[in-house]
């Protein structure tokens, strides 16, 4: 058995279907009819980097390293001094592999014969298995039509990709082979994500699969592969841009934010990602979280401001490691996580519109109980940031039509992600044949595809298998 995963990153699943209705998708339809379409939640934040843990770990993002595209590294211990900052967008993405737990395992670790194409994560993977690495050319081209602003350029990219892919499974196929096309996201934060260019973007990913269907026939290998065709977390429309770092810089903090990190006696550290969400780092002079109770004066003034901003819709405040307090205009409430039992107790309302509390239930019972409101899969992912030793004394979700960075984006967004918000968190997942059983989040891919190739299933997943 083979399986063949293709990451149209950024697609939402109402956009995919709209597309496969109209028939501007025929191969993705054609999966569709003889296999199905799920929708999935992805993971907290809902951003590229973090977002592919799930997919490639089968593992939440924050308690494996990897808790945003950016993040202050508090201990010192994985990041350099003077900064003492993560940044995933630019050279520091090449730090991924080394920020997650060893103990851990990537697919590419369990699965030998495995290959990928602009995968962030890469560990277990030889150079040589990295395709888009085999063209100095194409990974140049990356690099520098992200930080040019280019984004025409990007279906570039994706068209690399594609032609890639398709080469490698006619010249050297492997049992395992995950392939990322960017373009989608990129020009959903350029254009909007209803705009004509996304939909070009899935048109490649589109003509990639009737390519590898084409060829996977004509060898007699289709019925022994499975093809996959899924997204990393969607996106939403933004109109304002909220200057984070000169806010809390107004309220009296000497901040240190990307790409400015070179701060004198910083006393905040402020990390967009996405740029719907935000991590707030304060008391950079201690080594460990200070949690909710440790929070000074100023930091409590903060955060009872931060609550008020228009920009902010769900202001997280880690108190312990399984305590969370969710904040918001419309009420507080308690994110509880203990062991694989998770509970919601609202206070003075219910920011996550659940309608009741919960006692200790377990992962399945608490997506049930958010599946359909505007935060689905919140308990779980909340606890599990909650749980992260990188995570931000307060961490933000954007409200929509805000996102957290007004500057020094080289494309200006006009659409965003990361927040916990439903356009953000589900994704699409489409497979040519069905499945035993409906996947629930993105955590359950990799379990999935191990069973599909035959591999035992490490303990300790966030994800189950679907077959």
Known sequence: MRVIVLLADGARPDTLRDALDSGELPAIERMRREGAMHELTS????????????????RFPGPVGLPGLRWHDRSHTASRFPDYSRSYVGYQMGEVDGDL?????????????????????????????????????????????????????????????????????????????????????????????????????????????AAL?????????????????????????????????QVVEDAGFR????????????????????????????????????????????????????????????????????????????????VRGRAGRFGYERGTGDPLGIGHDLS?????????ATRDTDYPDSIVQVASMTASPRAGDLILSAARGWDLRARFEPIPHRSAHGALHREHMLVPFVTNRPLA???????????????????????GLDGQSAL
């Open 101 to 209: 737990d060893p103990a851990a395992p990537t697919i590419f670790e369990l699965v030998h014969d495995s290959t990928a194409a602009l995968s962030v994560i890469t560990r277990g993977l030889p150079k040589h298995r990295q395709l888009l690495r085999l063209d100095l050319r194409s990974a140049f081209r990356a690099i520098t039509t992200h930080f040019r602003g280019d984004v025409a350029r990007w279906l570039e990219v994706d068209r690399d990709i594609s032609r890639a892919v398709i080469a490698h499974a006619t010249d050297d196929p492997a049992r395992f082979l995950f392939a990322a096309f960017p373009g989608v996201d990129k020009t959903s934060h350029a254009d909007g994500h209803a705009g004509p260019r996304p939909r070009q973007a899935l048109r490649i990913v589109d003509d990639t699969v």
């Open 255 to 334: 901040v240190l934010a990307h790409p400015k990190v070179l701060r004198r006696r910083p006393t905040a550290a402020v990390m967009v990602s996405g740029n719907a969400m935000a991590h707030v780092y304060c008391h950079l002079d201690r080594r460990e979280r200070p949690f909710g109770a440790g929070l000074g004066a100023n930091e409590q003034r903060l955060a009872a401001a931060l609550v008020e901003r228009e920009s902010v819709d769900l202001l997280l405040v880690p108190m312990d490691r399984d305590r969370c307090a969710v904040r918001s205009r419309r009420g507080d409430a308690v």
């Open 437 to 459: 059983r409906a996947p629930r989040r993105t955590t359950d891919l990799m379990p999935t595809a191990l069973a599909a190739l035959g591999h035992r299933i490490p303990p």
């Open 213 to 245: 269907r084409e060829h996977l026939e004509t060898q007699g290998e289709w019925k022994d592969t499975w093809l996959w065709v899924t997204s990393d977390h969607g996106h939403s429309s933004v109109e304002r841009h909220e200057d984070l770092a």
């Open 360 to 368: 200790w239930v377990t992962p399945d019972e608490a997506y049930d």
């Open 43 to 58: 993971v907290f934040p809902s951003v590229t980097g973090p977002a592919y843990a799930p997919m490639l770990m089968g």
